[in-house]
């Protein structure tokens, strides 16, 4: 009996050492055949996109593509994929103004900072270059729509979709509606009971009260209640007057506002056109926020100088031609300036005071925000719709980071809005009396990119057979219960310029196949 | 004698943390991604811009200056700045601390209250029907995953039953004035009997889901060490003396047979204070470990750090409660 344990030790150690062969070979190996090679490739995916992956890959195995997903912590993967790594990746990209010019720029443009496919077409370029700086609308709609066709055609990505963002309210909020830039405006929100609204953001924190100092939707959820800006949006995307009056455009770098004359800060202090300079100015300044830099700059284009004409008139004066300025304008909140240059930015956030409709009473960034209604609000942006009742007097903003919590406290009566239903979530209060679903066109494009600076992917017909192997209509039914739209490239139907006319790639695997034979691919029959 | 060992124990633990501290730093810079690209996510931002902002958080400095000024600043008390909040450390791990300890605390009342009365009557019926129902329950709680046994609860008690609140430390409309930020304590401090209800009521379903496991672990403990200890001399002669059993058991073999459970709550002190991310995240607690989670995939590494060594300091300082106590309750054991 002895003798057997070496043999078995020995078996052991050559199985693995034939197992770590094989398997060490790398994870893209082309077995070439008498009628060429198989295309070989890795689905590098983030774990919650793991199921569609998984499909996709189903997709690519069925024409003879040997297809394999690994899951990875996205900022792992991402780095990995900037090295050049990684064959063909889950991504995605939220855009906050409406246009290409933070999506399709960033995300397409040569070596810009979210190009993750390493695409590089100079005429693209050119063309969204065009399409966000250019003078006049119809030439950017017509460049925007002449890069669609073509990134259409190169296929740097497998194009995805878009999801609709859920949210749902107890039936005893009014008025409330969920916007396309996810804030939630309590101004216009009323209650048929009660005087306190309790909404359940989807993070984990917020990250300060003070509006020059964090980069995140959820706390500008929080801090837009809090502090008005100069313009703001309606629900679906339409920039309106805020604390602006009116404005005019003079020359295209040059815009001119003016305040409205009845606004004041949470503190007493009438609002004018020195809090409006101070507040830009103080983002710009590179040592603005108590010494550090406002992680804001990037939301203000290439603004130049902000001027005084009178105490209510402002001038914006910009280095360049920026059409989509308003958009980015609505995203910076107006300080007090004498308030803040007595406590600075971190009395600030510790204590903020705003133009907005609701005031700081307490709170913990990483537990929940309390405010009170400011008896002294102004009214807001005429442009948006009232509830024509008298605002809740308390507002409660809680941090609940998981989904199915946010749902049971919504049923369970305890909170009146939560933010970001999931999608297999939303058929179980949509059947509940107690609650209103709603959803609004989310702002984020999902797709797969690929590594189109390397084998097998520099090739645009593989790219483009990927794209035809995979039923994405069979996907977003499955998997995302009919919730996301099919996107034909990497624009969104809800920003400017988008080309409704460009149809997405068909499912058609005999066209995959035919393009990979093409390209030299061994597929299946 | 024993004061010095405590002493030696005690400065043991300078290195210890020296070693953590270290070990943290070098491991949260060896994972990819960086903090300001995580930072500004896919929002519009300038190359230029993102370099002024990791040159005003130091990341520009050299690993090896970068780790000298993180030492330098612990030995000053200064556990460096999160790069999420752009506030001290220490104040956002003290702000969230308190939430951490009470569910902890919590979690281990409601284990002894349950484990401990389930282990001595499995003990005293041993093998009866009831023992082997309330040891298959025990073997539940150890294997059940805190993530779905949350869930469970709130759709039954809170959505379903309405009985108890589904997230959160206090209800809305309660005021509470906070001292410690231990809301039971707070409010018993300031004479708040609402508060209290409303606060121990929102504990109850987050404690007992974080105690499970513990509850479990406790039970088989005691019913194990009961059945030892109700067979020694001593217990025999207690009965002898014609004690009834109620009170041979509770009086003469309980304190005994709780010596081991001591030893298996100190150790799992650590264990609740920083195992928690999952009963937080599940309850919107706003304690630490949902903080440390979140600080780890925004590569936040001041926060990283400074909860990792706040972390292994619990379970030293833990430890070596436990068995200074141990020494206390059997002196035949030495420190």
Not at chain 1, 382 to 387: F, G, I, M, T
Not at chain 2, 191 to 219: C, D, Q, W, Y
Request: a negative charge; proline letters at 5%.
């Amino acid at each position: 009996m002895r003798f057997r344990y070496p043999v078995l030790l020995t078996t052991l150690v050559v199985i693995l050492m034939v197992g770590l062969l094989v398997g060490g070979c790398g994870n893209s190996t082309e077995q070439t055949g008498a009628d060429g090679k198989t295309l070989s490739i890795v689905i590098d995916s983030i774990p919650d996109r793991k199921a569609e992956a998984d499909a996709i890959a189903g997709y690519l195995r069925e024409i003879g593509v040997d297809a394999e997903v690994r899951v990875w912590e996205w900022n792992t993967l991402r780095e990995s994929i900037l090295a050049g790594e990684r064959q063909v990746y889950t991504s995605d990209w939220g855009s906050a103004t409406f246009d290409p010019y933070d999506l399709a720029v960033p995300k397409l443009k040569t070596d810009d900072r979210g190009n993750f496919s390493f695409y590089s077409n100079s005429e693209v370029d050119a063309l969204l270059m065009q399409g966000s700086t250019g003078f006049t609308e119809e030439a950017r709609y017509e460049a925007y729509v002449q890069a669609q066709q073509l990134i259409h055609e190169d296929a740097p990505w497998i194009f995805g979709y878009y999801k609709d963002s859920i949210e749902a309210a107890s039936i005893k909020v009014q008025n409330w509606e969920p916007s396309m830039d996810t804030r939630i405006n309590l101004h216009n929100v009323a209650l048929t009971e009660g005087d306190t609204i309790v909404v359940g953001l989807r993070s984990d924190k917020i990250l300060t009260l003070d509006p020059a100092n964090y980069r995140d939707r959820e706390t500008e959820t929080v801090i837009r209640n809090i502090y008005d800006g100069l313009v703001t949006r309606t629900p679906d995307g339409e920039v309106v007057p805020e604390l602006a009056k009116s404005w005019t455009n003079p020359e295209p770098t040059v815009y001119e506002f003016v305040l409205r004359d009845d606004v004041y800060f949470h503190n007493g202090q009438k609002m004018t056109a020195d809090d409006v300079v101070f507040t830009f100015e103080r983002i710009m300044a590179p040592d603005g926020i108590d010494g550090m830099p406002s992680p804001r700059l990037g939301l203000l284009g290439p603004l130049e100088s902000v001027e005084k004409i009178d105490d209510y008139q402002v001038r914006f004066t910009l280095s360049e031609s920026f059409p989509v300025f308003l958009q980015l304008l609505v995203h910076t909140q107006i300080v007090p300036k004498d308030y803040v240059e007595e406590v600075g930015a971190k009395g600030l956030a510790e204590n903020p005071v705003g133009t907005g409709p609701y005031k700081y009473v307490s709170g913990r960034l990483d537990d929940q925000i309390v405010l009170e209604r400011f008896d002294g609000y102004y009214g807001g942006s005429p442009d948006l719709k009232k509830s024509g009742k008298e605002p809740v007097k308390k507002v409660i903003f809680k941090n609940m980071p998981e989904p199915s919590t946010r749902v049971s406290a919504l049923l369970a009566g305890e909170v009146h809005i939560i933010q970001m239903v999931p999608e297999d979530l939303a058929p179980r209060l949509e059947a509940d009396p107690r609650v209103n679903v709603m959803t609004a066109e989310g702002t984020r494009v999902y797709g797969l990119e690929f590594n189109t600076a390397k084998e097998p992917f520099d090739d645009v017909r593989v790219r483009q057979a990927i794209n035809y192997a995979v039923n994405w209509d069979e996907i977003l039914t499955e998997l995302y219960q009919g919730r996301a739209h099919r996107l034909s490239t990497a624009f969104l139907p809800s920003g400017f310029g988008y080309d409704p006319d460009l149809e997405p790639y068909s499912y058609n695997p005999e066209k995959a196949k035919e393009l990979l034979r093409e390209a030299g691919y061994r597929v299946n029959d | 004698m024993k004061k010095i060992k405590v002493l030696e124990r005690i400065l043991a633990t300078i290195p210890l943390m020296l070693g953590v501290a270290i070990l943290v730093f070098v491991f949260m810079r060896m994972l990819p991604g960086d903090p300001v690209d995580i930072m500004m996510g896919d929002s519009l931002a300038t190359e230029a811009e993102m370099s002024m902002i990791r040159e005003s958080m130091g990341l520009d400095e050299p690993f090896g200056s970068q780790l000298l000024s993180f030492l330098g600043g612990i030995l000053k008390g200064d556990l460096g700045n999160s790069y999420m909040f752009n506030a001290p450390v220490k104040d956002v791990i003290l702000r969230a601390l308190p939430a951490t300890i009470e569910l902890a605390l919590a979690a281990i009342v409601i284990a002894l209250l349950l484990g401990v009365p389930i282990g001595i009557l499995s003990a005293v019926k041993r093998n009866s029907w009831l023992d082997r129902i309330t040891m298959g329950w025990a073997f539940l709680g150890i294997s059940m995953p805190a993530f779905w046994l949350g869930l469970v609860l709130i759709i039954l008690f809170g959505v379903n039953w309405g009985l108890l609140p589904t997230q959160g430390r206090l209800d809305h409309f309660v005021e509470l004035k906070t001292i410690t930020g231990i809301y039971t304590l707070d409010s018993i401090l300031t004479g708040n009997l609402e508060a209290f209800k409303s606060s121990v009521r929102h504990l109850l379903l987050p404690g007992f889901t974080l105690g499970a496991n513990l509850m479990a672990i406790v039970a088989r403990v005691v019913r194990s060490s009961m059945i030892e200890v109700l067979e020694q001399d001593y217990v025999t002669l207690a009965r002898a003396k014609g004690l009834v059993e109620w009170a041979v058991v509770t009086k003469h073999a309980l304190r005994n047979a709780l010596i081991p459970v001591i030893t298996v709550v100190g150790l799992q002190v650590g264990v609740l204070l920083g195992g928690n991310m999952i009963v937080e995240q599940v309850f919107s607690w706003p304690g630490l470990g949902r903080l440390v989670v979140d600080a780890i995939y925004g590569r936040d590494y001041p926060l990283v750090q400074g909860a990792v060594m706040l972390y292994a300091l619990t379970f030293v300082v833990a430890n070596l409660i436990v068995d200074i106590l141990y020494t206390n309750l059997n002196p035949k054991i030495e420190l």
